[in-house]
């Protein structure tokens, strides 16, 4: 495999960009050796600048969940673009893409569009906060919500502690209003709400986890949060940037039938481009500005190419491509089974539709802990194995693989093969 053209660029872009990248895992740290830096990409391929072709499990973290470069979308946001880039004015185009999402997800009744997952969990936690008049925000230890402050924090010493900075230039004083419980435990939580309850202004958590890899919740573990947030005033915020049309067509609220207080969107809502929600129950959002005293504003938010490429998306989200979807994960994830018992590997795959971690330790893995037991010298051979192969798959573990409605079998069974020859 050709590497020469990458291998210049990153070393270009390492003196002009830190670490080369604009974002942390694409600098591969966790793998070793050089990120491709891609060219174009097309469907399920991605064509880095060598020339060399992959078939992409990234799917830009989740967006591309049509595809890459999907016809509709492209000619719908080359349309928007003639009539301008953006005004910083209503239009019309926002008005439909919200009316989308109010259809799509039941929980949310107004909302507002942000630029990045980011912006919208950090949005989503001050509207908490300033509704219930509380400062105290519960996390789950694995979850990630973007980088603002009161999110990068990780657990202090002992049970039940209040967290510390997982980042440097995170003050303490703002760690110390996060509490970081283990997901999937509802005693921990309960406990918490016990002990704090009647200073917790939220809890924030991925209904699905895909940031320590794929990680499904146990009954009762997401009732469990809105029923706690309910009893003691707080407010449920279910982070769907990586779950909200992932892992059904409303996300993971309807795929569990659940309603919580406030959602965060993002990911495949922009169909690649930046373009983040959040929104929930009325009375809660009727306190952001200039309704209430919540101040969030935005120069770009919700402009009209942004929004165009999320519409064009969401448009093409049928029950059909959610059962090609499921079909097609089911397969890989069978294959990748099968590929590791034979080779005599402990393997773990864990999947929810199209997204999935095979996790190289026994499992079940339930929180952050379980994740962490992982072989990590197998999943980097297990990478570059991969990698040399034409996948293009998640440098690091713990992380979750995408799969796109234009993904085909036979996508899926050469990965399949290839994955087989990587499990060394
Ligand atoms: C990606 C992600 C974010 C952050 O979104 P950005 O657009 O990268 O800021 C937040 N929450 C979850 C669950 C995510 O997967």
Known sequence: MKRDVSKALFERAQRVIVAGVNSPVRAFRAVG???????????????????????????????AILGHAHPDVVLAIQNALMNGLSFGAPTALEVEFAERIVSMVPSIELLRCVSSGTEATMSAIRVARGFTGRDVLIKFEGCYHGHADHLLVKAGSGAATFGEPDSAGVP????????????????????A?????????AVIVEPVVGNMGCVPPVPGFLQAIIDLCKKYGAISIFDEVMTGFRVSRG?????????????ALGKIAGGGMPLAVYGGRRDI?????????????????????????????????????????????????????????????????????????????????QNWDDASKQDKERFVRFHRGLLERGIYWPPSQYEAAFISAAHTEEDIDRTIAAAAASLV
């Open 33 to 63: 050796g050089d990120p491709p830096f891609i060219a174009r990409a097309k469907g399920s391929r991605l064509f880095d600048a060598d020339g060399n072709e992959f078939i992409d499990y990234i799917g830009s973290w989740g967006p």
């Open 251 to 263: 996300g993971a609220q309807s795929l569990y039938g659940l309603h919580p207080d406030l959602t």
């Open 172 to 191: 303490a004083a703002i760690a110390r209003l996060t509490l970081t419980l283990p997901y999937n435990d509802i005693a921990a939580l309960e406990r």
């Open 285 to 365: 959002m009727s306190k952001v500005a200039p309704l209430g005293p919540v101040y969030q504003a935005g120069t770009l938010s919700g402009n009209p190419s942004a929004v165009t490429a999320g519409m064009a998306t969401l448009a093409r989200l049928d029950d059909a491509l959610y059962t090609k979807l499921e079909a097609l994960g089911a397969r890989l994830e069978a294959g990748l089974n099968d590929a590791a018992s034979k080779a005599g590997v402990e393997l773990c795959v864990q999947r929810v539709g199209s997204m999935l971690t095979p996790f190289f330790t026994r499992g079940p893995v």
């Open 193 to 201: 709400f016990a002990e704090s309850g009647h200073t917790i202004a």
